[in-house]
């Protein structure tokens, strides 16, 4: 009996779909879960902030759209308010940060997240960069 894989493909294909995606504003978004999508600062920021030494977080349950200000991240060097890559309902805040803001610069895309959204519109997903044309977008900015 021949099994066919349509369905492993179909799983592939969704994987490749939901990843982690970027702005120009530095801000990242993991929308593995768009029912639950992750948002923090890129590792370029944080290194370009230094060490962090406050986090301002969202309220949660607050309706945002694309583009709007969630929070700020402050550090000896400067601070930074934190852009919605897109639009929906904040669900979580990642509270550790209140306590220990310098996990932003230990680990920015990992145990930093600031927020957890519920997407409200994923087509606004589609002028986001993927991890290797954010990579390029921040050499560029080095080279000016």
Excluded: C
Aim: hydrophobic residues 35%; aromatic residues 6%.
């Amino acid at each position: 009996m021949h099994r066919r894989r349509r369905g492993a493909s179909q799983q592939g294909d969704e994987r490749i779909a939901f990843e982690k995606k970027y702005t120009e504003d530095h801000e990242w978004i993991d929308i593995s879960s768009p029912e639950s999508a992750s948002i923090g600062i890129s590792t370029y920021a944080a290194k370009a902030l230094g060490d962090v030494v406050y986090v301002e977080l969202p309220t949660v349950d607050t309706e945002v759209k694309k583009g709007d200000a969630i929070g700020a991240v402050e550090s000896v060097k400067s601070a930074s308010d934190i852009m919605t890559p897109v639009g929906g309902t904040i669900l979580e805040v990642n509270s550790v940060l209140e306590e220990k803001p310098g996990t932003i610069n230990k680990s920015p895309e990992g145990d930093g997240w600031l927020a957890k959204i519920k997407v409200s519109d994923t087509a606004e997903l589609e002028g986001l960069m993927d991890a290797e044309a954010y990579r390029a977008f921040t050499e560029e900015v080095e080279d000016k």
